[in-house]
């Protein structure tokens, strides 16, 4: 068995949907997630922070970040007899992906106390383009470009994770596609997380003093990282600790 989770990040669109979308969440969105439990272990939600200067030409999620755990993938509960979820008010853009709970590769700041440094956490996720090979995706983001981000001279920690084939079923009503864009249903290949200091940091590593990087041959976009933001390349700026535990402070519909 292996832990695993689906990390779900959330893009609002306007911010007049902002009061609606919380009360969704609270009243209606949380309590039917939870239908998992007991095959949910975790359910936590991050509340994004403003990204730093530049931050948002990086495919920026400003909105929120959630993640629900199990004990296993195998063991999520599917959508038989269940209730299709209630309808999210506004535009809000998603994103999901399912990843071991535990990074696949740890590359930089395992030793780091908690005391060491303060933590702004860059949420990366990503995917090869159209035409290019996991596998050849995977020789240069873990051989070429993860050294060279290394260098980064801000980085106080890095690891990454490789990301399962296959979504999570969602009980969905007629309605669903029509209230979610198309990167809802992407594949996405790896979720990466770069740690910083404070805004600063990031500005220093990510925009002043950037490592050289070397271009792959298959790049869809001309600079760093590569990938075109917005549609390869989505990221959000979170802190350290969640703000939100849903297994302590809410109760699941009773279905």
Request: glycine share 6%.
């Amino acid at each position: 068995m292996e832990m695993s989770k689906l990390l779900i990040i959330h893009k609002l669109n306007d911010e007049n949907d902002r009061p609606a979308l919380e009360r969704w969440f609270y009243r209606y969105h949380v309590p039917e997630v939870m239908t998992q439990i007991p095959w949910t272990a975790k359910y936590v939600l991050y509340r994004v922070v403003p990204a730093p200067p530049g931050g948002e030409n990086y495919g920026y999620f400003n909105y929120r970040v959630h993640e629900n755990w199990v004990p296993d993938k195998t063991l999520r509960r599917g959508t038989k007899g269940l209730l299709a979820m209630t309808t999210q008010p506004g535009a809000c853009d998603a994103i999901v992906v399912s990843i071991p709970a535990e990074p696949t590769e740890d590359f930089l700041g395992g030793k780091c106390c908690f005391d060491d440094h303060t933590i702004l956490r860059w949420v990366t996720v990503f995917r090869y383009p159209d035409g290019v090979s996991v596998e050849e995706g995977e020789d240069w983001y873990l051989n070429t470009h993860v050294p060279e981000v290394m260098k980064q001279p801000g980085l106080t920690r890095f690891f990454s994770t490789k990301a399962y084939n296959g979504k999570m079923p969602l009980p969905q009503g007629e309605d669903f596609k029509e209230n979610h864009d198309d990167l809802f249903y992407k594949q996405w290949h790896r979720v990466s997380e770069m740690w910083y200091e404070n805004n600063n940091g990031w500005v220093n590593s990510i925009l002043s003093k950037p490592p050289q990087y070397t271009k792959p041959q298959w790049a869809t976009y001309e600079n760093y990282p590569f990938l075109i933001p917005g549609s390869e390349f989505i990221s959000t700026f979170i802190l350290e600790r969640p703000d939100q535990d849903y297994i302590r402070d809410f109760r699941p519909l009773i279905l």
